[in-house]
């Protein structure tokens, strides 16, 4: 039973070849006096790689039960044969002659139908990509969620960027743009890369020749509003076990579809890394526009210990609850632990910019609150529970407007003030 349907394998002999037919296909063959006790050969793209050693067995046991001697005989052999037993092929030639002239007329359509098709598939074998042609920067698995509901893999092909299970369950590559010129295009020309430092390549589950996968380059546009812009800061999120923040740029971005986008940069030991961003700012309550919020996928050596998206990870790429969480919320969620230069603290975590207001690794009350306590005139006038009071009740009125730096000394002179006013009225 294959893809379903059974099909019957048997061998067919012709002069010196023995080949060994699937179903109407021929997928290998056997020449006794050239390839010794090698029982099979397959022949490329005929079958699935793992259907070869079912094949195989099957190979096996039709020369066990038939016997090799009596597969190998030569046609001399074979004469000899038919005179023993002329009466019944006799017979079986005339069951032949009785065949229809429409059966006969469609095995004729049918192996017209297989002669085009390998025509086909002889026109794809002539150019072949491998891994064998390019140097890999880095690997990520297809099958890596980019989001809740969809792989990498499936991300690509909704975009129309591959198709077929051998792309969508491969592996994406990353190379070096100008690499691409070890790769050929249908008509044997070299291929070129874009300006940008990095490009990206499919690497299928088929083989080559030369026994390495098969490479096909993605029609993946470079971000030039971003890519190649070298002070472009964007928050990305470290696939490490303490799953950081941090604010820095890329080498490269490329265009997945709308404003969804892979980025590419290098890592703190000179290994290149890969995120994921699903959207981009709107710019608005004081955030310039089209900010991308990335997150980091696993690669080949880049693993992520946490294995997959923890529940705060998650929530940056909700795509079924309610669609993307906004990049923009979570961008005005990150500027309130922001400095006046645009820098995050180093407390920030995940849960401070998921565009989730209900969930926070910290707040800068308390710490604003303690050094408003170390002013003695303020520590004079109100007691901790009142500062504490004030300090809240500017925060809620103003955190979407300010930087923390920005919000920490305006709310300091207004305590002060306070403080002067009732020492005043005392």
Aim: aromatic share 4%; with cysteine.
């Amino acid at each position: 039973m294959i893809d379903g349907e059974n099909k019957i394998l048997g061998v067919e002999k012709e002069g010196d070849l023995y080949k060994y037919v699937l179903g109407n296909e021929v997928v290998g063959a056997f020449n006794p006096d050239v390839m010794a006790d090698s029982l099979i050969v397959f022949r490329e793209n005929t079958i699935e790689n793992e259907l070869s050693d079912q094949i195989r067995d099957e190979i096996t046991q039709i020369i066990e039960t038939v016997g090799k001697e009596e597969i190998l005989k030569t046609e001399p052999e074979k004469e000899q044969e038919e005179n023993v037993y002329g009466e019944e092929m006799e017979d079986e030639e005339e069951l032949q002659m009785e065949e229809t002239d429409e059966e006969l007329e469609g095995e004729e359509e049918e192996k017209e139908e297989k002669d085009e098709v390998q025509e086909e598939e002889d026109k794809e074998e002539k150019i072949e990509n491998t891994t064998g042609d390019i140097q890999i920067k880095q690997e990520v698995d297809m099958d890596t969620m980019a989001t809740d509901m969809d792989s990498l893999g499936e991300k690509l092909e909704k975009a129309g960027k591959i198709k077929g299970t051998d792309e969508k369950h491969g592996k994406l590559g990353i190379v070096e743009s100008d690499d691409l010129e070890n790769l050929r295009d249908e008509n044997g020309n070299k291929l070129h890369g874009h300006s940008s430092r990095y490009e990206a390549v499919v690497i299928t589950n088929k083989t080559g020749k030369d026994g390495k996968p098969i490479v096909r380059t993605l029609d993946l546009e470079n971000d030039t509003q971003e890519g190649t812009n070298p002070t472009e800061q964007n928050y990305q999120v470290s696939q490490n076990k303490n799953q950081t923040l941090e604010k820095g740029d890329v080498l490269t971005r490329l265009k997945v579809q709308g404003q969804e986008t892979i980025g590419i940069e290098k890592g703190p030991y000179g290994e290149v890394e890969v995120y994921h961003s699903s959207d981009k700012t709107i710019g608005g309550n004081g955030i310039e526009g089209n900010k991308s919020l990335d997150k980091q996928l696993e690669t080949s050596n880049s693993k992520n210990p946490v294995e997959g998206m923890d529940e705060q990870t998650q929530k940056l790429s909700q795509e079924y609850q309610d669609g993307y969480r906004s990049v923009e919320a979570s961008y005005q969620e990150a500027k309130q632990h922001e400095n006046d230069k645009g820098e995050p603290c180093e407390e920030l975590r995940v849960e401070d910019m998921d565009g989730d207001p209900n969930t926070s690794n910290h707040n800068h009350i308390d710490d604003t609150v303690e050094k408003l306590m170390q002013n003695e005139e303020i520590a004079d006038t109100f007691t901790e529970r009142e500062v504490r009071g004030m300090v809240e009740r500017a925060w809620d009125n103003e955190k979407d407007n300010k930087t923390l730096e920005e919000f920490q000394r305006d709310v300091e002179r207004k305590v002060e003030l306070d403080a002067e006013n009732m020492q005043r009225k005392r």
